[in-house]
């Protein structure tokens, strides 16, 4: 079966967040059910010297008036097709915000390209190679289903969604510039209170939906995680499935981690307080018996961030540490820093993305805070579980049916691996740092829950059969066959 995928980052290549973690990881799980997939990814700045001194497989002369050029690479194990509009793609800056931090002006035009080009793939623009099944990831590439119908194309599609908070939502002004005719601008299409919605659209038009987990998939059916589009969803729920995000275990794996100080398994997790001494020692934290706690995330009002000032005091007067890595809404960073400026030596905040430290947080953590206000279905919580690092969350989404809580029952049953709480307040949190530097306080209980955190498997494989499954649906219903899955690029 022949696949294209459609992103706006993926692992290792772009990533600003699980979006890539997801897009990079799923093709190569997909695998093992015969399924190939190819990415279709923006030719960012940083990307192109994979495209130096390269043919293109084919140029698109007229693509909403900018001409484009389609590269087959092969990196990372990964196949994939790379978009090259420099006039749109090579730039500085992330895929989204430019150098200043401020979201790139034309980005509806930018992802809207991507979109149209995936489209045409679709349509068969390219020779010799023609997906089976296209797979669109969030409103960046949500408008290919829309381009897909205007060409007639049946090719399938599934739309996933991994975060609804974002919808790339621009005035109505622009829907001849993304080269779409006005029988379009209605309310069973793009049409969102007079503006065009790019996600709205790909709702719309997709065969079928996912969430990246079944708690979201039905939060989102509500007003308060609808984010507006609850209607819309509610429409369509017959089309709607959850489906648990995975992680590469080949990448997360505490056994066999470059970037660790010392590695570790279920057998030697002791060796853990090694690369707890390495993190402390860096960041200027104590070296005593208190639990590490830890979070990497991105520092926003979603993940719960603002919360964290406050808890912080619950930890470190309870005897804990506090490490934060992250970046994001400045007033958050700048409150973080001032009650690390308050707790010399008991709470350190790196601001600033960098993997490997994500890394080495989980290798040296007593526990991952993740205190999101919603979260579809959230990564580092997952890592978290493999690294042993027991996960303190609140109850929602992803974190909700991945985390077992340490309750009584759960605990007697040997199936707790962290601790929750609702609703998401500060207060919730607080309590719930107070269970965990409760159980801490236990050796013996503490490394039970370790252990069993780290049994929880959470690889891709499940997730992975279920995609597979849902894709081989979709090709029958169409009355297609699919293709035997060896690329012939
Ligand atoms: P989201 O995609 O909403 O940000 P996820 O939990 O799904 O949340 O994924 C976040 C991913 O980004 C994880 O791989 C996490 O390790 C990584 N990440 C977040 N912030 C940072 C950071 N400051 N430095 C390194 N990695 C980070
Ligand atoms: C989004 C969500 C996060 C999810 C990730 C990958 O960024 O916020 O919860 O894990 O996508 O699906």
Same mark, same amino acid.
């Given at each position: 079966m022949r696949v294209l995928s459609v992103t706006s980052e993926i692992f290792p290549l772009i990533k600003t967040g699980g979006l890539a973690d997801v897009t990079g990881a799923l093709p190569k799980a997909l695998m093992r059910f015969g399924i190939a997939t190819r990415t279709l990814v923006p030719a960012y700045a940083s990307?192109?010297?994979?495209?130096? *001194?390269?043919?293109?497989? #084919?140029?698109?002369?007229?693509?909403? &008036?900018?001409?484009?050029?389609?590269?087959?690479?092969?990196?990372?194990g990964l196949d994939l097709f790379l978009l090259d509009a420099p006039a749109l793609f090579d730039r500085p800056g992330g895929p989204y915000i430019n150098a200043e931090g401020k979201d790139h002006?034309?980005?509806?035009?930018? =992802?809207?390209?991507?979109?149209?080009?995936? %489209?045409?793939?679709?349509?068969? !623009?390219?020779?010799?190679?023609?997906?089976?099944?296209?797979? +669109?990831? *969030?409103?960046?590439?949500?408008?290919?289903?829309?381009?897909?119908?205007?060409? *007639?194309?049946?090719?399938?599609?599934?739309?996933?969604?991994?975060?609804?908070?974002?919808?790339?939502?621009?005035? !109505?002004?622009?829907?001849? /510039?993304?080269?779409?005719?006005?029988?379009? =601008?209605?309310?069973?299409?793009?049409?969102?209170?007079?503006?065009?919605?790019?996600?709205?659209?790909? @709702?719309? +038009? /997709?065969?079928?939906? +996912?969430?990246?987990?079944?708690?979201?998939?039905?939060?989102?059916?509500?007003?308060?995680?609808? #984010?507006?589009?609850?209607?819309?969803?509610?429409l369509r729920r017959n089309k709607l499935w959850g489906i648990v995000n995975g992680i590469d275990s080949e990448i997360w794996d505490p056994a066999n981690d470059p970037h660790l100080f010392a590695r570790f398994d279920q057998k030697t997790i002791g060796l853990k307080r090694l690369n707890k001494m390495e993190l402390q020692n860096r960041f200027g934290?104590?070296?005593?018996?208190?639990?590490?706690?830890? /979070?990497?995330?991105?520092?926003?009002?979603?993940? &719960? #961030?603002?919360?964290?000032?406050?808890?912080? *005091?619950?930890?470190?007067?309870?005897? &804990?540490?506090?490490?934060?890595?992250?970046?994001?809404?400045?007033?958050?960073?700048?409150? @973080?820093?001032?009650? %690390?400026?308050?707790?010399?030596g008991r709470m350190a905040v790196q601001i600033g993305y960098d993997e490997e430290t994500a890394h080495r947080v989980h290798g040296g953590a007593d526990s991952i805070i993740q205190p999101s206000r919603f979260e579809p279905c959230g990564l580092t919580q997952l890592y978290a579980l493999r690294y042993g690092c027991v996960p303190v969350v609140s109850r929602t989404g992803g974190l909700a049916e991945t985390i077992i809580d340490a309750n009584d029952a759960a605990l007697s049953a040997k199936a707790a691996t962290g601790f929750q709480f609702h609703p998401v307040t500060t207060d919730g949190l607080r309590h719930a740092l107070r269970r965990a530097l409760q159980a801490y306080a236990s050796p013996k209980e503490w490394r039970r829950l370790q252990i069993q955190a780290m049994r929880a498997n959470y690889s891709w494989e499940r997730s992975a059969e279920r995609y597979s499954n849902l894709y081989a649906n979709l090709i029958r219903q169409a009355g297609g066959r699919p293709t035997a899955s060896k690329l012939s690029l």
């Open positions: 990307l192109r010297p994979m495209i130096r *001194d390269r043919r293109p497989l #084919m140029e698109f002369e007229d693509l909403l &008036g900018e001409t484009a050029a389609l590269y087959a690479v092969q990196a990372e002006e034309d980005n509806w035009r930018r =992802f809207a390209l991507l979109s149209l080009a995936a %489209a045409e793939i679709a349509s068969g !623009a390219l020779p010799g190679w023609q997906p089976d099944l296209v797979h +669109t990831h *969030d409103w960046q590439t949500a408008l290919t289903s829309v381009y897909m119908r205007e060409r *007639d194309c049946r090719v399938p599609v599934v739309l996933t969604i991994h975060n609804l908070a974002f919808q790339g939502q621009f005035s !109505a002004s622009l829907l001849h /510039a993304i080269g779409l005719p006005p029988s379009v =601008f209605t309310t069973d299409c793009l049409e969102y209170y007079n503006d065009i919605c790019f996600l709205k659209g790909g @709702l719309m +038009t /997709a065969d079928l939906i +996912t969430a990246v987990s079944p708690t979201y998939a039905r939060e989102i059916l509500t007003k308060r995680f609808g #984010m507006g589009l609850e209607g819309v969803l509610s934290l104590q070296n005593d018996d208190g639990p590490l706690f830890a /979070a990497v995330t991105r520092l926003t009002w979603q993940k &719960g #961030m603002d919360m964290m000032a406050e808890a912080a *005091d619950e930890i470190i007067h309870g005897g &804990g540490k506090l490490f934060i890595l992250g970046q994001g809404d400045q007033a958050i960073e700048a409150a @973080l820093h001032a009650v %690390a400026e308050r707790y010399p």
